[in-house]
């Protein structure tokens, strides 16, 4: 009777034993510690310059969009109004331009007037002549003839001054005038636009939706150009980070699904595998342990999901490889 009991009791205590060697690999693969990391958004302007205003603070959960700071802008602003002065002063030169080419109608009138000039000399000239054959005989004062000759001058610069404006309107070569000066309209409208821009530039927004984490530098402050004032994290850009053994690497592929656990974080968090590295490294010292310094690992990345997107960067994890099918087969 207590042969039995003996080899039934031993019986049971190698059978236990067998189950947790059988099983104490795989739970202790099925488990391993990572942290929480982030790709930060360092948000600058393309300029540098002295901050003017900032809009946000640390913590400050941001939408695309939104004003992050300004930079002082008083030069770009002037740079705006000298260009605009000059690309006014350009659209009136091209104004004067169209102005003195003359349409048809107006060549009509402009010549009515010349013939009418042209008359009025000729008449003129025929009296200039009778009053000066009456004053070389003395029958007209000089008084007279003087009148008679400026008449004539007159009526012969208005002749001329006919003639001069009806070349100016038809000139084949005012054509290449407005030719000109549409272009230097162009140029100054171009160099407007250029100047808006600059001054634009000194606002600067967020490029995306997410947390400011950090700000670096405050209104005041002088920044060069891609400097960044403030990191922005945007919930895409967090990520588990754990270290594993060459036999669980085998078991991971990109676009696994992990689980993750943390103290007084919600059930069901998860993430997805979206990088495995090729190359082993010694365990990082951030997951260092006596048992674990030594040991050769391979880094993995996953991005949590919605839920999992609220944990912090630098937060300690728990990462689960266990899938469903081996949990079937350690039950």
């Known amino acids: ?19 947790i060697l059988f099983t104490y690999p ?20 393309e300029q540098g310059g002295r901050i003017a205003t900032l809009s946000v603070k640390e913590g400050d959960s941001v939408t695309t969009g939104d004003a992050i700071f300004t930079l002082e802008s008083s ?8 260009a605009k002065s000059r690309r006014d002063e350009a659209q009136a030169r091209l104004a004067d331009a169209k102005a003195e080419i003359q349409r048809p109608r107006e060549i009509e009138v402009l010549q009515a007037a010349l013939t009418r000039a042209r008359a009025m000399l000729k008449q003129s000239s025929l009296n200039l002549d009778r009053v000066q054959t009456l004053y070389d005989k003395g029958w007209v004062s000089k008084a007279q003839l003087d009148e008679a000759v400026a008449q004539h001058d007159s009526n012969q610069a208005a002749v001329a001054e006919a003639e001069r404006r009806i070349s100016a309107g038809q000139l084949p070569g005012r054509s290449g005038v407005i030719e000109a000066a549409v272009a230097a309209v ?14 634009a530039k000194r606002e600067v927004f967020a490029p ?31 990520k588990v980070r754990f270290f594993v053994d060459e036999p669980e690497r085998a078991k991971l592929h990109v676009g696994q699904t992990v689980k993750v656990s943390c103290d007084g974080c919600p059930p069901g ?19 260092f342990s006596e048992e674990q310094r030594k040991k050769l690992v391979f880094l993995v990345e996953a991005r949590p999901d919605a839920k999992a997107a609220a944990l912090t960067a630098g937060q300690p994890v728990t990462v689960s490889l266990a899938t469903e099918a081996e949990k079937v087969v350690r039950r």
């Open 1 to 19: 009777m207590k042969r039995t009991a003996l080899l039934l009791i031993g019986l049971i205590v190698v059978t236990a034993i067998g189950l």
């Open 75 to 82: 030069e770009q602003e002037a740079a705006v109004a000298a």
């Open 269 to 287: 968090l998860t993430a997805a595998i979206n990088f495995i590295a090729r190359d082993a490294e010694f365990t990082p010292p951030v997951i």
């Open 208 to 238: 995306a939706g997410g947390t400011i984490e950090e700000v670096y530098f405050r209104p005041g402050e002088v920044v060069v150009a891609g400097q960044g004032v403030v990191a922005l994290l945007p919930p895409a850009n967090l």
């Open 26 to 45: 795989a739970n202790k693969g099925a488990e391993v510690p990572g942290y929480m990391e982030a790709d930060l958004v360092l948000v600058g302007s």
């Open 186 to 199: 162009a140029e100054a409208s171009h160099a407007l636009e250029e100047a808006k821009k600059n001054l």
